[in-house]
């Protein structure tokens, strides 16, 4: 069968364009062909770079071929981007998270539903080799009841927010910024949060960006976001999880996601990546590197945008929904609710664990089955 590829115009030229830009190449499924930025001499650049067009969004918008809007803005932007391009019955996909506020977000899912049309969001790591070997694990019971879960990982957000100043911005503490991994990993697995009980400390920052070579060389910074988070998550299933986040800490990033079972224990590795390594642990046994189980074993930001043009051609849901989005970004809010009020958060969105990806769909080119080919493919299991 014949499938026309999808015409998609890229919102948002900075840092994280480059790497869409290169991943998208590969899927057949999608046909870039627009970008456009703030800053027109960056959108030209990258126009240039990767044979486009480039346009004001409103062109973009008004463009009845383009089909798919792929936001890279800024967090602070993707609210109003994303509310605009599914006004226009573009379908959406967006880098994380889905807004800044909540009901920023509960509109846009109002707004996509309304008009028909689809939103996926990132994180897309979930669909990686590691994520989904260590999901295969789970659901074959390698590892018995999940009872707990620990997440725990640290950052230098002093030396981050200087070159990256969104950082620095609601919206961009690592909460939000790098949290939502690591949240997204966890229930991808496990299904829905329930309830959430946190406290947070603010490390409050005040000075000029002394990073030479940045653009905001000189410029005075300030940081009034929760710097240090500290949670426990009571999951629908019944596993508890701890979660702690540090942007106070040292530039050495720590990364933790580790799932403690009846028959053993599961560390996943960081999931910012497609490949960590699923290291599992059994019963007086030494700890075994699983191979794995599933494809996309490289770094490939895009991945769930190109799922999401396979659901949408052919008829089925994509694996990184709004809901889960949505759910993860509720979450988020939840742990700064608990940490203000000093109460137990009680969760109001829910969402259906998307199928896993088949399994064996190896990067092996002409010997076999391709990566691609498991987005095309939906098993329901």
Same mark, same amino acid.
Not at 36 to 45: G, H, P, S
Not at 245 to 254: F, H, K
């Given at each position: 069968?014949?499938?026309?590829?999808?015409?998609?115009?890229? &919102?948002?030229? %900075?840092?994280?364009? @480059? #790497?869409? =830009?290169?991943?998208?190449? *590969?899927?057949?499924?999608?046909? +870039?062909?627009?970008?456009?930025?703030?800053?027109?001499?960056?959108?030209?650049?990258?126009?240039?770079?990767?044979?486009?067009?480039?346009?004001?969004?409103?062109?973009?918008?008004?463009?009845?071929?383009?089909?798919?809007?792929?936001?890279?803005?800024?967090?602070?932007?993707?609210?109003?981007?994303?509310?605009?391009?599914?006004?226009?019955?573009?379908?959406?996909?967006?880098?994380?998270?889905?807004?800044?506020?909540?009901?920023?977000?509960?509109?846009?899912?109002?707004?996509?539903?309304?008009?028909? &049309?689809?939103? %996926?969001?990132?994180? @897309? #790591?979930? =669909?990686?080799?590691?994520? *989904?070997?260590?999901?295969?694990? +789970?659901?074959?019971?390698?590892?018995?009841?999940?009872?707990?879960?620990?997440?725990?990982?640290?950052?230098?957000?002093?030396?981050?927010?200087?070159?990256?100043?969104?950082?620095?911005?609601?919206?961009?503490?690592?909460?939000?910024?790098?949290?939502?991994?690591?949240?997204?990993?966890?229930?991808?697995?496990?299904?829905?949060?329930?309830?959430?009980?946190?406290?947070?400390?603010?490390?409050?920052?005040?000075?000029?960006?002394?990073?030479?070579?940045?653009?905001?060389?000189?410029?005075?910074?300030?940081?009034?976001?929760?710097?240090?988070?500290?949670?426990? =998550?009571?999951?629908?299933?019944?596993?508890?999880?701890?979660?702690?986040?540090?942007?106070?800490?040292?530039?050495?990033?720590?990364?933790?996601?580790?799932?403690?079972?009846?028959?053993?224990?599961?560390?996943?590795?960081?999931?910012?990546?497609?490949?960590?390594?699923?290291?599992?642990?059994?019963?007086?046994?030494?700890?075994?590197?699983?191979?794995?189980?599933?494809?996309?074993?490289?770094?490939?930001?895009?991945?769930?945008?190109?799922?999401?043009?396979?659901?949408?051609?052919?008829?089925?849901?994509?694996?990184?929904?709004?809901?889960?989005?949505?759910?993860?970004?509720?979450?988020?809010?939840?742990?700064?609710?608990?940490?203000?009020?000093?109460?137990?958060?009680?969760?109001?969105?829910?969402?259906?664990?998307?199928?896993?990806?088949?399994?064996?769909?190896?990067?092996?080119?002409?010997?076999?089955?391709?990566?691609?080919?498991?987005?095309?493919?939906?098993?329901?299991?």
């Amino acid at each position: 069968m014949e499938i026309k590829p999808m015409k998609t115009a890229i &919102v948002g030229c %900075g840092m994280i364009s @480059d #790497t869409y =830009l290169e991943s998208l190449k *590969q899927f057949q499924i999608l046909s +870039v062909c627009a970008c456009t930025d703030l800053n027109q001499e960056r959108a030209k650049n990258t126009a240039e770079k990767y044979n486009l067009c480039a346009c004001t969004f409103d062109e973009i918008l008004q463009n009845d071929e383009i089909e798919l809007i792929l936001n890279l803005t800024v967090p602070t932007a993707h609210y109003d981007i994303t509310r605009r391009a599914l006004e226009a019955q573009k379908h959406v996909y967006s880098e994380k998270m889905l807004a800044v506020e909540l009901n920023e977000g509960k509109e846009l899912l109002r707004l996509a539903r309304e008009k028909n &049309v689809r939103l %996926g969001v990132a994180p @897309d #790591t979930f =669909l990686g080799a590691g994520l *989904q070997t260590a999901r295969y694990l +789970v659901e074959h019971h390698l590892i018995g009841d999940i009872q707990s879960a620990v997440i725990s990982v640290n950052r230098n957000f002093t030396v981050f927010g200087e070159f990256l100043p969104h950082l620095n911005k609601r919206g961009g503490s690592i909460l939000f910024d790098v949290g939502c991994y690591y949240l997204t990993a966890l229930v991808s697995i496990l299904g829905p949060i329930k309830s959430i009980t946190a406290m947070t400390r603010t490390n409050k920052d005040s000075r000029k960006n002394t990073r030479i070579g940045s653009k905001n060389y000189g410029e005075k910074i300030e940081n009034n976001n929760e710097t240090i988070i500290c949670a426990v =998550l009571q999951l629908k299933c019944g596993t508890l999880a701890t979660l702690h986040l540090n942007s106070s800490s040292i530039l050495d990033e720590q990364s933790h996601l580790e799932l403690y079972g009846t028959k053993g224990i599961l560390s996943l590795g960081d999931p910012n990546t497609f490949n960590a390594p699923v290291h599992l642990k059994k019963p007086l046994n030494p700890e075994i590197i699983v191979p794995f189980t599933h494809g996309y074993c490289r770094s490939i930001r895009g991945l769930g945008t190109a799922d999401m043009a396979w659901g949408i051609r052919t008829g089925r849901p994509h694996r990184a929904s709004m809901e889960m989005a949505f759910h993860v970004f509720e979450a988020v809010h939840g742990i700064l609710t608990s940490a203000s009020n000093n109460t137990v958060y009680q969760m109001n969105s829910d969402f259906n664990l998307p199928p896993m990806l088949p399994e064996g769909y190896l990067d092996n080119g002409n010997w076999g089955p391709t990566e691609e080919s498991a987005l095309a493919e939906y098993e329901t299991n």
